[in-house]
């Protein structure tokens, strides 16, 4: 059976991450390096509009790649299999809403570019991952 990628979750934590849910893993990819934003903000070009635009981009790039491509894309991007998940929580946390996934005693946290999308994210998901999706 081919993998493929179910959703894709932007995200604007500290690292501009994507996570992509496979049939059987989720793939968290950057979607920018710190030195680029650092450069792009030294020299004026950092606007947050044109930083969410360069995510968004390379988001779709990501999206239409194999998954051993996207692991391969970046040094820094992992795959966590669905059998190491604990729990993936969707939730609210001060004014934004987040994405946490347990994976044994790791905890990744990041906070969704697009919160709106938070029904469609569950509804995709629930499928995938049932009693360990939880929403709050």
């Keep these: 059976m ?12 500290n690292q501009p991450t994507a996570l992509l849910f496979t049939s059987n893993r989720v793939i968290v990819a950057r979607t920018a390096s ?3 934003r650092v450069i792009g903000y030294a020299f004026g070009w950092g606007g947050q509009a044109t ?6 981009k390379k988001i779709k790039e990501l999206s239409k790649l ?6 391969a894309d970046n040094k820094k991007n992992f795959a966590i299999p669905y059998t190491d998940i604990i729990q993936v929580e969707l939730f609210k946390k001060m004014l934004s809403r987040k994405i946490r996934i347990t994976a044994g005693t790791t905890k990744h946290e990041f906070r969704l570019s697009k919160p709106k ?14 009693d360990k999706l939880v929403v709050s």
């Design 66 to 71: 194999p998954p051993e491509d996207i692991l």
């Design 2 to 13: 081919n993998e493929e990628i179910l959703v894709t979750i932007g995200t604007r934590s």
């Design 51 to 56: 930083e969410e635009h360069a995510e968004d």
């Design 34 to 36: 710190t030195a680029a």
């Design 117 to 130: 999308e938070l029904e469609n994210y569950v509804n995709t998901l629930r499928p995938v991952l049932a």
